[in-house]
């Protein structure tokens, strides 16, 4: 594996306080990422460069810089096939400009890591681009797992996993970041992971000829059957089950294997709670403190997975809880929210796009009017 | 050297095989249509790639007909997307720069949907060796004209023929590549009767000489006739190529490599044991 003498070479401290950025390209390295690729993207560029500084202390880490995302995935593509880590990092548009690429890689089950921080037009805040990194990464059935820090700390951590669940997933894992925790910066702390149970790479594209070649890596992509695998034998039950519907099958299966991952934080007596991930939810919290201590009865679900999404916390909350969605666009984990939950009646929801971020006061009406509505309903029943 | 085999019929006392099937060649029949150009140039650069028997092959293919290569090349290969083949290609060859790095691509590939990459490819100067298999139109799809196209092409996309007022011109991108510093060698071929096969077979080697020496980037043009995508007949094409395309773009060394003059900018490939 290439994660094992990272640790040693590095140079850095192992806690340190530094831009959030940097500190996922700190973990990216010291996880054994080998190839960079962002083009420069507000706030992307700081990670390139940082990249280029720790390079030297990395061996087999790469100070190639792809000209373009569009070249970058499909070098991207290419590079984890030979079987090495590598990562990708963008915001917006320049996400959009690799999700051609993205629907080969996942097709072809390959492992890579996406850095994104949604913003909006401006250089402000986004949860906008939540659909599609959860229900459309590309064309085609495929599925990357989406992962959401809510902060530095945290980034570092699931940055660090990433590569992990790349690798035993065999599939596309996305940090989902926003603009806000791009320009923060914090004390963190670089631990290291224990990677051993992941299997040996024996599908890379390496080009050794002492064995036999490797042609099938992306043959039973969702593309379905094409001229080649007709040709090439690889659809041979063709009217039946084909290799390429099996292998969707399959792959639909590996996706929900997938065990997704929430935060809960006073739910087990809230009447109320929001629901929000990453900065959002970071600024829910402290507002939630202070309305616990003045004695109301309101808690927070943050999804820490966004695909998959935790629908069975959100099922069970609902059935004893009003729930208020708090997203910074106009409306898109809330239809997860609204499917997972016993009624979407339960389901509240409250916006801001565009730039906007909720202030705490907006954020602490929102979730007393969350709980009076849920106090009225419970009334009605009653 | 090409690997031998035994003749499949026994050879009268005192003759000796001089022409034989490369062992590479899967058991399959060809791919590509009657009349393609595609059949003689993959035969005679499989037989070049094990002449010079690299110790790692590793390529992509773009989508077009040119993805049967994955078939024929004797080493680790990847279906890109269309236009792509030549990024996807790259980052192999940053993964695995002590392997022989090829990536086949058509000219609606190239020209049309991928034109950045392979310029961006040129600049770098990455030891990967492109092949360009221009026939001027989209063969998968029913023969649409491409940026690749000879002007007076008539396609179902150019009923008249392809002019430049409508169309725009040929994108002249063997001469364009050959004009950056990180491109080690540039060829152009065309493989539609046995002298030029026989020509081309030279300009191939020269290219996977330069690629094993770690000189950078290789570039071969493939001229390539498509009688199903140009509505000819195999002869009829043949004819067509040589009085409207190869008369504008014959087969020539557009940049040789000359080791002395620009050494290799990589190290060097190992051959196979």
């Known amino acids: ?382 | 050297m090409t690997t031998t085999q035994e003749p499949l019929r026994a050879l009268e006392p005192g003759a000796k095989s001089v022409f034989h099937r490369p062992d590479v060649f899967v058991e399959e029949n060809t791919p590509w249509c009657v009349g393609c150009g595609y059949g003689a140039w993959s035969r005679v650069l499989v037989e070049e790639l094990e002449r010079l028997n690299p110790a790692k092959i590793a390529g992509t293919v773009d989508v077009a007909c040119l993805e049967y290569m994955r078939e024929v090349v004797p080493g680790d290969m990847l279906q890109a997307l269309h236009g792509r083949a030549v990024s996807t290609a790259r980052g192999l060859q940053l993964a695995n720069p002590d392997a022989f790095t090829i990536a086949f691509q058509g000219d609606g590939g190239m020209l049309n949907e991928g034109l950045n990459e392979i310029i961006h490819l040129a600049a770098s100067g990455q030891n990967v060796c492109v092949i360009l298999g221009n026939n001027g139109v989209l063969g998968d799809t029913g023969g649409q004209f491409t940026m690749g196209a000879a002007e007076g092409l008539k396609t179902p996309t150019s009923p008249e023929g392809r002019n430049e007022a409508e169309h725009g011109s040929r994108i002249p991108i063997a001469e364009m590549l050959a004009m950056f510093p990180g491109t080690a060698f540039v060829g152009r071929i065309s493989t539609h009767d046995p002298a030029y096969i026989y020509r081309s077979q030279k300009i191939i080697r020269k290219a996977f000489e330069a690629n094993m020496a770690g000189a950078g980037f290789t570039f071969i043009e493939c001229l390539t006739t498509c009688p199903t995508g140009w509505r000819l007949s195999p002869v009829e094409s043949i004819k067509y190529q040589e009085e409207h395309i190869l008369d504008k773009y014959p087969q020539e060394i557009l940049k040789d490599w000359n080791e002395e003059a620009r050494p290799p900018l990589h190290a060097p490939l190992a051959k196979r044991d």
């Open chain 1, 1 to 382: 594996m290439t994660t094992s003498t990272t640790e040693e070479t590095a140079v850095a401290a192992e806690t340190m306080f530094m831009p959030a950025p940097q500190a996922m390209v700190e973990s990216a390295l010291r996880a054994g990422c080998q190839l960079f690729c962002a083009y420069p993207i507000t706030p992307v560029e700081d990670m390139t460069e940082y990249w280029l500084k720790r390079v030297p202390d990395f061996p087999g880490a790469l100070s190639f810089i792809p000209e373009s995302e569009l070249e970058s995935g499909n070098m991207m593509y290419g590079f984890a096939a030979a079987g090495k880590r590598v990562a990708f990092a963008s915001t917006r548009a320049g996400m959009s400009l690799i999700h051609e690429a993205m629907g080969m890689i996942m097709g072809a089950e390959l492992p890579c890591v996406l850095f994104n921080f949604p913003r909006a037009g401006g250089l402000s805040i986004s949860q906008a681009d939540y659909n599609v990194a959860t229900k459309a990464p590309s064309h085609g059935d495929e599925k990357m797992f989406v992962l959401a820090p809510m902060g530095t700390q945290e980034a570092v951590d699931l940055t660090r996993e990433a590569f992990y669940l790349a690798d035993k997933f065999r599939n596309a894992v996305m940090i989902m970041a926003d603009y806000t925790l791009g320009l923060t910066m914090e004390v963190v702390e670089f631990k290291p992971l224990d990677e051993s149970d992941l299997p040996e790479k024996d599908w890379a594209l390496t080009g050794d000829r002492t064995r036999e070649a490797r042609r099938s890596l992306a043959m039973a992509a969702s593309g379905g059957v094409t001229a080649a695998n007709m040709a090439t034998g690889v659809d041979e039950t063709v009217g039946t089950i084909s290799g390429p519907e099996k292998s969707a099958w399959r792959r639909h299966a590996k996706y929900q294997s997938f065990e997704p991952r929430a935060e809960l934080t006073h739910l087990d007596d809230a009447e109320a709670a929001g629901v929000a991930y990453g900065t959002v939810a970071r600024m829910i919290l402290p507002v939630l403190e202070r309305l616990r201590e003045a004695g109301h009865r309101v808690g927070m679900i943050r999804p820490i997975t966004l695909y998959p999404f935790p629908s069975d916390v959100i099922n069970e909350a609902s059935g004893r809880m009003r729930l208020g969605v708090i997203e910074c666009n106009t409306g898109q984990m809330v239809d997860d929210v609204r499917l997972a939950a016993q009624s979407s009646a339960a389901v509240e929801f409250y916006g801001r796009p565009g730039g906007a971020a909720p202030s705490p006061d907006e954020i602490e009406g929102e979730l007393l009017r969350l709980l009076s509505s849920a106090n009225s309903s419970s009334e009605g029943t009653a």
